[in-house]
Nanobody
Framework: QVQLVESGGGLVQPGGSLRLSCAAS????????MGWYRQAPGKQRELVAQ???????DYADSVKGRFTISRDNAKNTVYLQMNSLKPEDTAAYYC?????????WGQGTQVTVSS
């Protein structure tokens, strides 16, 4: 089992920045890929950014150039640095770890971009 705990969400004005953290514990050696998804009210959950099993970074087109995913292997933590935030980035953000054949999810952290 893998446990994921997110932190770092909040309210920010348009153009501002936030950094999300996801700390993983448990059987982390079995993780194939890990990253962030988000879900806005009335919309489907969508991929924001992730590390794949080969180390490739994937980003949603809507966040390229503004968001950066990174990780600290010593701390078993993945980060999402979000810059130049827009109101359309408002959503619940979820940490995800894929361990074949299942997805594991954190509890989610709310990001609200509003003036």
């Amino acid at each position: 089992q893998v446990q994921l705990v997110e932190s770092g969400g909040g309210l920010v004005q348009p153009g501002g920045s936030l950094r999300l953290s996801c700390a993983a514990s448990g059987s982390i050696a079995n993780i194939n890929r890990m990253g962030w998804y988000r879900q806005a009210p009335g919309k489907q959950r969508e991929l924001v950014a992730q590390f794949t099993s080969t180390g490739r970074l994937d980003y949603a087109d809507s966040v390229k150039g503004r968001f950066t995913i990174s990780r600290d292997n010593a701390k078993n933590t993945v980060y999402l640095q979000m810059n130049s935030l827009k109101p359309e980035d408002t959503a619940a953000y979820y940490c995800n770890a894929y361990i074949w054949p299942f997805d594991r999810w954190g509890q989610g952290t709310q990001v609200t971009v509003s003036s």
